[in-house]
Every structure is written in structure tokens, then in C-alpha cells.
């Protein structure tokens, strides 16, 4: 069964500042990559997604994440946070299954904006 | 589009009560899934549909808890008896099979979800 791991709950970052995010995941063949981000007192909204090709990926927001097969992780970056960005954001993995649309997501991580 | 919509955003009842939740998916969204969101345990997946039929409903934790949907413009997730430990947010997905993808993973849509507090 897949798994995720999002190893930091919480992360506080200066406005402006550079943004990493951390995740990785357990499953055994080339697994299929989201991260989601909720607001508060709303659902998840999708960032991006990794299926296969490129290992780097772009998503809304001036979100993306490297894909790295050799550490099993799949990293959310953003080179300069605005005060918006405050949100707690979840990593998660679906099986390459053809039909199976489950998906197993982490624990989050919780992000604090500072001026 | 107006989205996933979930009905109450708020409920509050006492232990022993019946709860009742409520999702219409996006038109056009064949498939449909309940996640509950607590601190302890974060996200979970209880059950999804595919064209209104139950796939997959191991996350379900225990009889008290059922779901339903009756057509493709509405399901329900009941809690009954409904106990403490079921206090949550309790989130309505959707996504759209893209038909002809060899991918099986299309974007799920969340809804706003539902506080639940069993007193």
C-alpha cells in the first residue's frame, strides 16, 4: 500500500523568502504525485500533479515540485511567498492502477507567513 | 460552475443522534468521494463512487457509518448512532473521468466541507 510523509507540521517563513516543502512517499512503482493546498474553513484545492515525464512541474499559484525518484520524495518549492500563501498543504499518492482513483494523502504542513 | 456543495456547513448534535450529510457533486463528475479530516488523524478516505456505485468503502470505520448515492446529482453520508468520537470535518470530492486518458487520476474537486460536533 502507498504512503505519504510530510515530515514538518508546521513551517513559518518570512514574506519574500524562498519556500521548500517537504514529502515523500512510499510505493513501488513510479506512483502519481499531487499536492493540495487548503485554505482555512475550506476544502483542498489542487497545486499540481506528477504523472511521469518532465520531473519537474509546474502548478498554479508559482508552486512546483521536483519529482526525485532515487530519494522518493516530491518537494513543493516557490521562490518567494506572499502573505496569501498561508495555508496548510498536503502531499499525496495514488497507485498506478487504471481505474483505481485512490488517493492516500499526508499529515500536512501547516505554513505561518510573517511579515 | 458552482462547485461542490455540501449541506449543513455546521452541525451539532448530541451522542446517540443520527447525523445526516449531504454532497452534490459538480455535473458531470462521475466520481464521488467522503474524506473526514481530524486533528489526530488527518485526512482519511472513507468511500468513493464510480457512476453512483460503491468502489471502495475500506475506510469506512465501522457499521455506524453509511453512504448513499441514489443518483449522480446527490449522495449522503449517515452517521447513526452518531458518537463523540465522530466530531470532524467530513469533506465531498468529485473528479471526471477524462474517458479516453490512459491516466486514471483526474483532479478531485473539494467541497467546503462539514463541521460535525457530537456532544
Known amino acids: 500500500a502507498q504512503s505519504v510523509t510530510q515530515p514538518d507540521i508546521h513551517i513559518t517563513v518570512s514574506e519574500g523568502a524562498s519556500l521548500e516543502l517537504r514529502c515523500n512517499y512510499s510505493y513501488g512503482a513510479t506512483p502519481y504525485l499531487f499536492w493540495y493546498v487548503q485554505s482555512p474553513g475550506q476544502g483542498l484545492q489542487l497545486l499540481l500533479k506528477?504523472?511521469?515525464?518532465?520531473?519537474l512541474v509546474q502548478g498554479i499559484k508559482g508552486f512546483e515540485a521536483e519529482f526525485k525518484r532515487s530519494q522518493s520524495s516530491f518537494n513543493l518549492r516557490k521562490p518567494s511567498v506572499h502573505w496569501s500563501d498561508a495555508a496548510e498543504y498536503f502531499c499525496a499518492v495514488g497507485a498506478a492502477n487504471f481505474g483505481n482513483e485512490k488517493l492516500t494523502f499526508g499529515t500536512g504542513t501547516r505554513l505561518t507567513i510573517i511579515p | 460552475d458552482a462547485g461542490v456543495i455540501q449541506s449543513p456547513r455546521h452541525e451539532v448534535t448530541e451522542m446517540g443522534q443520527e447525523v445526516t450529510l449531504r454532497c452534490k457533486p459538480i455535473s458531470g463528475h462521475d466520481y464521488l468521494f467522503w474524506y473526514r479530516q481530524t486533528m489526530m488523524r488527518g485526512l482519511e478516505l472513507l468511500i468513493y463512487?464510480?457512476?453512483?456505485?460503491?468502489?471502495?468503502d475500506s475506510g469506512m470505520p465501522e457499521d455506524r457509518f453509511s453512504a448513499k448515492m441514489p443518483n449522480a446529482s446527490f449522495s449522503t453520508l449517515k452517521i447513526q448512532p452518531s458518537e463523540p468520537r465522530d466530531s470532524a470535518v467530513y469533506f465531498c470530492?468529485?473528479?471526471?473521468?477524462?474517458?479516453?486518458?490512459?491516466?486514471?487520476?483526474?483532479?478531485?474537486?473539494f467541497g467546503p466541507g462539514t463541521r460535525l460536533t457530537v456532544l
Open positions: 463512487f464510480n457512476n453512483n456505485v460503491p468502489i471502495d
Open positions: 506528477y504523472f511521469s515525464g518532465d520531473t
Open positions: 470530492a468529485t473528479s471526471r473521468w477524462s474517458g479516453g486518458s490512459l491516466l486514471p487520476y483526474n483532479e478531485q474537486f
